[in-house]
């Protein structure tokens, strides 16, 4: 079966020259900015979206029809050329505009790219907005204008300089630069490379720095993950390095190599920044309830709390807005800090674990040795679609001694910490079921359960 065009609350993806093509671009453009068009506070004002692209090769192409789809319906376009996902959404704040859009695929391969939306806030729009953006691209109800009114497209060059700028403010870049670290940097010839090496000259890091080409050609599986990233491991041993960088293309997820060239996992991204940022002030953190537990225990230490929230990085940025969270993100080493953007940001990760290193003298594998660990088991259970969420409401009882979260499909947490979270996936007729226990096999007992309970209903 051809894949199908994917649209989700965080826009549209799908396989370029199939199903995503500059006729499709075009029109989710139009949709786009027909929503914000009835959303602007004046109807005398045009609205403005920034817009921006990963390295992919075909980056360009859908980024000018989508800007076309944009200025046929009437909305200005800032053009920030090949910048990260963060980046956009620094500038969509800092320009004032109605929107962002993002050209990326985030870690999926280069046949792919998407088209990602941020409001003016500089956030993904929940579920309710994302719903009439979706209407309005599969009713091709579009509010288009007429000669005279179509928008422009003009250029910002900015991007990085603002992102630099915003990042080195909530740190202290002399005590980091004091410690003149040897950091290996893997930017999967994504979009961060550039940004990210003159960050860490700022930083006054010798940066060895691999895959650095933002040619969109990934020199390995785009995903940050312990196979994936080999080559930087490598790196970190080959210049023995204090720490090794690996981001995925739009630069919002960011994966830690320790200073043996052991890859430590994403989950760990989060909790050493807020690691850092708690050992500074009190506050609360956010984070999805698929993310590690280490979060709590960390907050608990430092006498601050955690607020988990549905899985969504709107959903965690909505929440840090609404309860003033001083961190917050997700598990797959997306770090936000407000104070730079409102979207997961992996030079944020990168510059709050330099300090945190920086601060303490310690190494990534001591820091690491410092917070409890755990192991977490994922499995996809595949099932058919119509039958996804009576199912997933099968599983409701499967854990009577456990307490029950049912915000996202549900979160069992049991007296001692351990969790397991059953949700169906938006994307795929699978219910994703990840757990979290002292060792392997607890949390292959938890799997078992639910594996059973599911066979148990067919
Ligand atoms: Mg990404």
């Given at each position: 079966m051809a894949e199908q065009l994917i649209i989700s609350v965080s826009g549209l993806r799908g396989i370029v020259g199939v199903n995503l093509t500059p006729a499709i671009a075009a029109e989710y453009g139009c949709a786009f900015g027909t929503f914000l068009k009835e959303g602007a506070a004046r109807s005398d004002v045009r609205p403005s979206v920034c817009i921006g692209r990963d390295s992919r090769p075909s980056g360009q192409m859908l980024k000018s029809a989508t800007a076309a789809g944009l200025c046929a319906v009437g909305v200005d376009v800032v053009d920030l050329g090949l910048v990260t996902t963060p980046g956009v959404s620094i500038m969509v704040t800092e320009l004032h505009c109605a929107g962002g859009v993002v050209i990326t695929a985030s870690h999926n391969p280069i046949q792919y790219n998407g088209i990602k939306l941020l409001l003016g806030n500089g956030i993904a729009p929940p579920v309710e907005q994302a719903e009439r953006i979706r209407h309005c691209f599969s009713q091709k109800k579009f509010a288009l204008v007429d000669a005279t009114e179509c928008g422009q497209v003009t250029t910002n060059d900015q991007t990085d300089a603002r992102h630099i700028a915003k990042v080195l403010a909530i740190v202290d870049r002399k005590t980091i630069a004091a410690k003149k670290f040897k950091v290996a940097l893997d930017s999967v010839n994504g979009a961060g490379a550039r940004v990210t090496k003159k960050l860490l000259a700022e930083l006054g890091c010798e940066v060895s720095a691999i895959?650095?080409?933002?040619?969109?050609?990934?020199?390995?599986?785009?995903?940050?993950t312990a196979e994936n990233i080999k080559s930087l491991r490598e790196a970190v041993k080959a210049n023995r390095t204090d720490v090794g960088f690996a981001q995925d293309p739009d630069a919002d997820r960011l994966a830690i190599v320790d200073e043996n060239g052991t890859y430590i996992g994403e989950e760990y991204t989060l909790a050493l920044a807020a690691k850092y940022i708690f050992s500074k002030k009190k506050g609360r953190a956010a984070t999805n309830l698929?993310?590690?537990r280490m979060i709590e225990d960390i907050a608990q230490e430092a006498g601050c709390q955690v607020i988990r929230t549905a899985v969504g990085e709107a959903n965690v940025a909505g929440a840090m807005l609404k309860h003033n969270c001083i961190i917050g993100g997700e598990g797959n080493g997306g770090v936000i800090d407000l104070r730079v953007c409102p979207v997961r940001d992996s030079l944020v990760g990168i510059a709050l674990v330099l300090q945190l290193m920086g601060q303490t003298g310690e190494t990534i594998s001591q820091l690491i040795g410092e917070i409890s660990r755990y192991y977490m088991g994922k499995e996809k259970l595949p099932v058919v679609p119509a039958a996804k969420f009576q199912i997933l409401e099968s599983f409701r009882t499967a854990f009577p001694d456990a307490r029950l979260d049912p915000t996202d499909g549900y979160r069992f947490v049991f007296q001692n910490g351990d969790w397991v979270h059953v949700r169906a996936s938006n994307t795929e007729p699978v219910i994703r079921v990840i757990v979290e226990a002292k060792d392997q096999p607890t949390a292959q007992e938890y799997i078992n359960k639910i594996i059973q309970a599911k066979a148990f209903i067919h």
């Open positions: 895959n650095d080409e933002p040619t969109g050609v990934f020199a390995h599986p785009p995903e940050p698929s993310t590690s």
